[in-house]
T-cell receptor, first 112, second 117 residues
Framework: SQKIEQNSEALNIQEGKTATLTCNYT??????LQWYRQDPGRGPVFLLL?????KEKRKERLKVTFDTTLKQSLFHITASQPADSATYLC???????????FGGGTRLMVKP | DGGITQSPKYLFRKEGQNVTLSCEQN?????MYWYRQDPGQGLRLIYY???????QKGDIAEGYSVSREKKESFPLTVTSAQKNPTAFYLC????????????????FGEGSRLTVL
């Protein structure tokens, strides 16, 4: 069955460092993949979309990579700030179901 | 301002009761979705609608019902048949298209937290 794996353990890093979050998927080949940020008790907010023919996408301090051979996307936040602390969700596009399927998210904690 | 409004933000239900969660959008989006989120878990799709008067079941539709009589509105009813309804419910919308990249960026509401007493 189709599966999306994000590290369920919180990632704790020091302010100013680069945070790297991982999203692995199995048993399907998404045409694209999205990343969302979710703060406690609130709805997710869209951050970036990367297509299968794009290796890398950047937006300000954010960078996403998409390796269709490894079936993995990496999400990087450079020069991290305490305000970046949140849960980050990856959502590969499910071609068969014509839907986005969400991973469980990884909680990022940036310490001052 | 354009966006999605969910209400109520908090809702308590006694066992055996049906409750309806409201979702309204003024983004002129064709597609609307309902997701359920349990603590520490990802979002699971309950129902979605691509156009008015049409909707499809998602992965966990049992015990839920929806309607799409207007483009702006997509209410979700949690029926008494839903055995474990306590969760955080999220409504979303997207501009629908045709072809390979059918689902674009999702715009989410602030969520409704349902607790069964």
């Amino acid at each position: 069955s189709q599966k999306i794996e994000q590290n369920s353990e919180a990632l704790n890093i020091q302010e100013g460092k680069t945070a790297t979050l991982t999203c692995n998927y199995t048993n399907y080949s998404p045409a694209y993949l999205q990343w969302y940020r979710q703060d406690p008790g609130r709805g997710p907010v869209f951050l970036l979309l990367i297509r299968e023919n794009e290796k890398e996408k950047r937006k300000e301090r954010l960078k996403v990579t998409f390796d269709t051979t490894l079936k993995q996307s990496l999400f990087h936040i450079t020069a991290s700030q305490p305000a970046d602390s949140a849960t980050y969700l990856c959502a590969p596009y499910n071609n068969a179901g014509n839907m986005l399927t969400f991973g469980g998210g990884t909680r990022l904690m940036v310490k001052p | 301002d354009g966006g999605i409004t969910q209400s109520p933000k908090y809702l308590f239900r006694k066992e055996g009761q049906n409750v309806t969660l409201s979702c309204e959008q003024n983004l002129n989006h064709d597609a609307m979705y309902w997701y359920r989120q349990d603590p520490g878990q990802g979002l699971r799709l309950i129902y979605y609608s691509q156009i008015v008067n049409d909707f499809q079941k998602g992965d966990i539709a049992e015990g839920y019902s929806v309607s799409r009589e207007k483009k702006e509105s997509f209410p979700l009813t949690v029926t008494s048949a839903q055995k474990n309804p306590t969760a955080f419910y999220l409504c979303a919308s997207s501009s629908a298209g045709r072809g390979r990249f059918f689902v674009g960026e999702l715009f989410f509401g602030e969520g409704s937290r349902l607790t069964v007493l």
